[in-house]
């Protein structure tokens, strides 16, 4: 399969601090950027989720009845979330999932309400594997938040990533502004 993008190492789990400092909350602050795309109840996954900069206010936003589906390659990335849900108190609205290298290996029964890929496709080695196992685990409707690093991904490497999103039955619905990144919002059609 074509790839669509540069893969890059994954991120060790060693350099995880890095990942949920105070200057990375002020520049891609989580809770704005994800504002207005998640609601009480709603049922996510955190793609890449790492340490759980993004999980943890995800946790809050779905609130008690929802639940976030927190996937990463490193073992010790889930037991870093899990660490911080638990002083958190949010631990139970979390689902740990490890994933293969090669795929997600999500329940495509699930029919997710919103999916969060943040700074992580171009570390996938099949992106249009990726794209598709996203679709299938999202609801009709259900959205994708997409969003890749300038530095790493040039604007015809997002083109390519953005088509091979389409080609999987997710189509862009809303370009977004995210500090420093290509970003855009997609649908699952159909």
Do not use: N, Y
């Amino acid at each position: 399969m074509t790839q669509t993008a540069h893969t890059h190492d994954v991120c060790s789990a060693e350099h995880a601090g890095w990942l949920s400092t105070p200057v990375r909350r002020l520049i891609t602050d989580p809770r704005r950027i994800l504002r207005g795309l998640v609601r009480p109840g709603d049922h996510v996954v955190d793609l890449g989720c790492g340490p759980g900069f993004f999980t943890l206010p995800l946790a809050a936003a779905v609130g008690e009845q929802g639940q976030v589906i927190a996937v990463d390659l490193q073992p010790a990335m889930l037991e870093k979330l899990r660490e911080r849900a638990s002083r958190q108190g949010v631990v139970e609205r979390i689902r740990l999932h490890q994933c293969a290298a090669e795929s997600l290996a999500l329940d495509e029964s699930s029919a997710l309400d919103f999916a969060l890929a943040f700074w992580m496709v171009h570390e996938v080695p099949d992106a249009p594997r990726f794209f598709r196992e996203v679709a299938a685990v999202l609801r009709p409707g259900g959205s994708l938040l997409l969003v890749e690093p300038k530095g790493h991904v040039g604007s015809s490497e997002w083109a390519a990533t953005l088509d091979a999103a389409r080609v999987a039955g997710l189509v862009v619905v809303q370009p977004r502004r995210v500090a420093l990144s290509r970003a855009a919002l997609l649908e699952k059609t159909g």
